[in-house]
């Protein structure tokens, strides 16, 4: 894997965690929103989802239906369980129901399906590294951990925990070993809400 892209992934990574939220790109802002909601789920009470029977044929003002957004997030999140793509799935369809919505709802779906397939085509790639390759991008990404700020270690930890990053499962194993040597030890010591 060329430098640039391992660094450019490192980067990224590491960016979305350090951005304030108000400069995060509004989808990666929903799926950190939705990582943040999996998370403390046990200390907020969610919504019920809505029962299927209440689904619309399709969004108005759009030819999508429900199943075919389903199958995107299914096929595009692969990394998550079921319950997490079913969460995702909930919180996308309650703001595209949401009638103040009705203007943008075909610029939301066509947003939100770039982005998903941007991360399908992304875990894809990474799939394909050779083990020394992803060893090597692990090893990069823990030398980076070491600047985080205080705070987000915790989250950042969390998320590897939960395997809610886009990263296959070998790699999230390998990120969170390179995340656990180098985590600075103040953040590290302190307790995270992982359930």
């Known amino acids: 894997m060329p430098r640039i ?3 450019s992934f490192v980067f990224a990574l590491l960016w979305a965690f350090a951005a304030p939220a108000y400069a995060l790109d509004p989808i990666l802002m929903f799926l950190f929103n939705a990582a943040s909601q999996m998370i403390d789920s046990a200390s907020q009470s969610a919504r019920a989802p809505m029962p299927s029977s209440e689904l619309p044929k399709t969004y108005a003002g759009t030819t999508v ?3 075919q957004l389903k199958q995107l997030i299914d096929e595009s999140f692969t990394y998550l369980s079921e319950k997490q793509r079913d969460e995702i799935f909930d919180s996308l369809n309650r703001e595209l129901l949401e009638p103040k919505n009705a203007a943008i709802r075909g610029a939301m779906i066509q947003y939100f399906a770039n982005h998903a397939l941007q991360v399908r085509a992304a875990q894809l790639r990474l799939a394909q590294l050779s083990s020394a390759q992803k060893r090597a991008l692990a090893a990069e990404f823990g030398q980076e951990v070491g600047g985080l700020p205080a705070d ?4 950042l930890r969390a998320l590897l925990e939960k395997h809610l990053l886009p ?3 070998d790699l999230n194993s390998m990120l969170l070993a390179e995340f656990e ?3 600075p030890r103040e953040a590290a010591a302190r307790p995270t809400a992982v359930q």
């Open 181 to 183: 040597r180098h985590a």
């Open 5 to 7: 892209l391992r660094a």
């Open 167 to 169: 990263v296959p499962a």
């Open 152 to 155: 987000e270690v915790p989250k």
């Open 65 to 67: 239906r429900p199943e």
